[in-house]
């Protein structure tokens, strides 16, 4: 047992459910108890999407275990056939239904219908939401992938993108057109728009593009093996990956790795004057494996911040999270217990966040700003607008939203020089964040006490208890320091006082430790 109050994915059924939703002509009979429609919403109402996903739940009651479950799975699915007549169809069992152990994939067998019925066997108590979306998307292509004579004009598939899935639409949308700029077509997208029929010709492609790792590259591993397709190995996120991306696709496809960065921003939006000031910022990094690697390369490379922190929440991503950590001198931080992360972040005190929705909340009580990169995210992340995170126009994106929640350079001069004015004293905070200041903001956790209001601008852990006071002469001469550094000169004044065992905190105890650190 695990205490848990929120969790950073659904169980594998709702993996499966992203694959049968993000596809058409494919419909999923899930073994379930009555109630487990409510994954109908995340479609419906964070996706809006304007149809029910395509999944028939037998909806089992606590008087049907007395009696027959398997019968009421068999009349689902031949119920299911009729209705939507469905090219192929998946099967399984949901966590409560796993326990009953029907077997799903059998039963379905036995009913003889017409077209390729897919068991998909998902171990609840083991596995998450995303392995359930690669495990179901690998079942899908081993059954249904056939040997078939490749394309005459350079061809790939893009794979992993889901129903669901974070910016999955408009990536699909730019790296086909990238793709395409360069000569070389998509065969098919899948599971994202894809028919159980495309998945038959795969095969036709020269090689594939697990554009979502996590999601694809089982598959792609057995497209490699059994229809002899290669693979690119880069994530096209951010300009230079995209580049590298393009190069390796090129090298594939026989092609000259030319193409055109029409329309790319982001490169001089970073190098040009009013981005000094973004030079050496603290961030911490944490989503989904792949994505947060690739956007620790983005941060570093792109933008000039330091990397103060790195993790996920996926473990079958720590491998290669763990390296880059490694590259950058940093300790990783991989778990899905938000409290463990909550406290990794306090500890590097970042001055920004990149990450999900949970990050969201973390910066939000930390009084940091934050971006959002990564699933799981909420309705505001599943925009109208084209925003794609990938290739070139997803640079541009990257860059503009990661900026958007800092304070912008001039204001961040202003706040620090006049910190006793009306309008720019410490509990302000940026005039474009109303959320990071204001005195009707709450009093925060941590919220540094030498300001008054209260305000998640002047953040900050307090002083530990029991531990040196500090005079008021300190006290004030803390105040001078600029308030997004002020919670991490306090932290660092308060170890150094503590390893001294001094009683008190003075004004030169301030600049010791100052010097100290600054070694
Ligand atoms: S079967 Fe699984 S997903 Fe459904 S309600 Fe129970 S625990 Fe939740």
Redesign the pocket.
């Known amino acids: 047992m695990k205490l848990a109050l929120w969790t950073y994915e659904?169980?594998p059924?709702?993996g499966a459910m992203r694959v049968a939703t993000g596809m058409e002509g494919l419909h999923y009979v899930l073994h379930?108890?009555q109630?487990?429609t409510?994954?109908d919403l995340l479609f419906t109402m964070i996706e809006r999407r304007g149809a029910r996903p395509p999944v028939t739940y037998t909806t089992f009651q606590a008087q049907d275990l007395g009696a027959d479950t398997s019968t009421l799975f068999r009349d689902a699915c031949l119920a299911a056939y009729e209705r939507f007549r469905p090219e192929a169809m998946i099967v399984g069992a949901?966590?409560?239904?796993?326990l009953i152990q029907d077997d799903p994939g059998g039963l379905a067998e036995a009913l003889g219908l017409p077209i390729p019925v897919i068991a998909v066997d998902l171990p609840?108590y083991q596995r998450k939401e995303t392995w359930g979306a690669s495990e179901t998307f690998y079942q899908l292509v081993r059954r249904l992938a056939v040997p078939c004579p490749r394309t005459e004009r350079p061809s790939c598939n893009l794979l992993g993108a889901t129903a669901l899935g974070f910016r999955h639409r408009d990536d699909v949308v730019e790296i086909s057109r990238l793709l395409d700029g360069m000569g070389i077509a998509v065969n098919v997208v899948a599971p994202l728009g894809a028919r159980p029929s495309d998945l038959a010709r795969l095969g036709a492609a020269w090689f594939n593009v697990p554009l979502y790792p996590e999601i694809a590259e089982t598959a792609c591993r057995w497209l490699a093996r059994e229809l002899d397709q290669p693979m690119t190995a880069t994530v096209p996120y951010g300009a230079g990956a995209t580049r590298d991306f393009l190069a390796e696709a090129a090298g594939l496809a026989g092609l000259p790795a030319a193409w055109s960065e029409a329309g790319l921003r982001q490169p001089w939006w970073a190098a040009s004057v009013d981005s000094t000031y973004l030079t050496g910022k603290r961030v911490f990094v944490f989503g989904e494996g792949v994505r947060a690697v690739s956007a620790a390369r983005v941060a570093v490379e792109e933008m000039g911040f330091d990397l103060v922190g790195l993790g996920c929440w996926n473990r079958e991503a720590a491998r290669g999270l763990r390296a880059c950590a490694r590259l950058h001198g940093i300790e990783p931080t991989i778990t899905d217990d938000y409290l463990e992360l909550e406290a990794a972040i306090e500890a590097a005190g970042p001055e920004l966040i990149l990450g999900g929705q949970m990050e969201r909340h973390v910066a939000k009580r930390l009084g940091i700003p934050c971006a959002v990169i990564s699933a799981p995210f909420h309705v505001q992340d599943h925009p109208a607008r084209y925003s794609p995170q990938m290739g070139f126009e997803g640079a541009n994106v990257l860059f503009d939203a990661w900026i958007h929640p800092l304070v912008m350079g001039l204001e961040e001069h202003l706040l620090t020089m006049f910190r006793d004015d009306f309008e720019f004293h410490d509990a302000a905070g940026p005039s474009h964040l109303a959320t990071h200041g204001g005195p009707q903001a709450p009093a925060d956790r941590g919220a540094d006490p030498t300001s008054a209001p209260a305000g998640p601008a002047s953040a900050g852990p307090a002083a530990a208890v029991g531990g040196p006071g500090w005079t008021e002469d300190a006290e004030r001469e803390l105040r001078k320091v600029p308030f997004f550094v002020r919670a991490r000169a306090r932290r660092n004044t308060e170890a150094y006082a503590a390893e001294r065992g001094l009683a008190a905190i003075g004004v030169d105890t301030l600049y010791e430790a100052k010097a100290h650190h600054a070694r």
Do not use: M
């Open positions: 659904g169980p059924h709702v379930a108890p109630g487990d409510y994954a949901s966590c409560t239904a796993e609840s």
